[in-house]
């Protein structure tokens, strides 16, 4: 099935639309069918473009063959392609809704390791792959008085842990930044979500020291979908860790640097 993304198949009664980056595998496969199953035309863009176009097939077979999913294969880092490529997606649709990114990238390190590669890379694609697109989808929402941006971060950017300063700093520099979105669109009447997940069984799992409560990538898609129904400002993936954050964030910094957590 090709990409028919200039030609939808919309009812009389519209579909919202909707743009999911990172979403050809874990949290962003799974978000971009739950959110085609609530009847969004939903934009999937990541760099894989044979695993995208599986998954953009899949969903429309899923919809009796109807044009919900659209795949657009992009590497989050090459920022210079976003505005047109934004303007695009949004045309092939006809309109823009929902933004979501969820692109990451967190290397294997240890703990005796430095490197500045690896670091580059994840501020690349964690911090400015965001700020690329959700700069431009803030203007467009910005103008349009209308519209939703969530951007999906993590318990890590809670505190800087020892086994990854670099994933970490990313995370928390993408919260700051989302944040400060939140609080400038606020006045347009702009929704703005950040999406803090604990452990999730994806391929970044594989990177973790230690883990607890993990959760599917689809239970975790449920949980943004009801942030994003919600209209949250910030949602914790399960709820419980809202609990663990607080007090990780209340451990005093000599205390916290003792501890291997």
């Known amino acids: 099935?090709?990409?028919s993304a200039a030609n939808p198949d919309r009812p009389l009664e519209p579909h919202l639309k909707a743009i999911v980056i990172g979403a050809s595998s874990g949290i962003g496969e799974s978000l971009g069918r739950v959110?085609?199953?609530?009847g969004y035309l939903v934009a999937l863009v990541a760099r894989r473009e044979e695993k995208l176009n599986q998954i953009r097939d899949e969903i429309n077979k899923e919809n009796q063959g109807s044009a919900r999913a659209f795949s657009y294969q992009h590497d989050v880092s090459h920022y210079e392609q976003v505005p047109e490529l934004l303007q695009q997606i949004a045309n092939d649709l006809g309109?823009?809704?929902?933004?979501v990114y969820l692109a990451a990238y967190q290397p294997p390190m240890t703990?005796?390791?430095y490197n500045f590669a690896k670091d580059k890379e994840m501020f690349e694609v964690n911090v400015l792959g965001a700020m690329a697109w959700l700069g431009q989808a803030a203007h467009r929402f910005a103008m349009a008085g209308a519209g939703h941006i969530v951007a999906v971060s993590s318990i890590a950017g809670e505190r800087g842990r020892r086994p990854n300063p670099g994933y970490n700093s990313s995370k928390s520099a993408l919260n700051t930044y989302i944040e400060g979105l939140r609080n400038r669109l606020s006045q347009h009447g702009i929704a703005v979500t950040t999406i803090k997940p604990g452990f999730v069984d994806t391929a970044l799992l594989a990177n973790a020291q230690k883990t607890m409560w993990v959760i599917s990538p689809d239970k975790a898609a449920e949980g943004i979908l009801k942030a994003i129904q919600k209209r949250k400002q910030v949602?914790?993936?399960p709820g419980r860790w809202r609990w663990v954050s607080l007090v990780i964030t209340?451990?005093?910094s000599f205390v916290f640097r003792r501890l291997n957590i």
Not at 95 to 99: E, K, N, R, S
């Open 250 to 252: 209340h451990i005093p």
């Open 95 to 99: 309109g823009l809704d929902l933004i």
């Open 1 to 3: 099935m090709s990409n």
């Open 235 to 237: 949602s914790y993936i």
């Open 35 to 38: 959110l085609a199953a609530q």
């Open 111 to 113: 703990e005796d390791e």
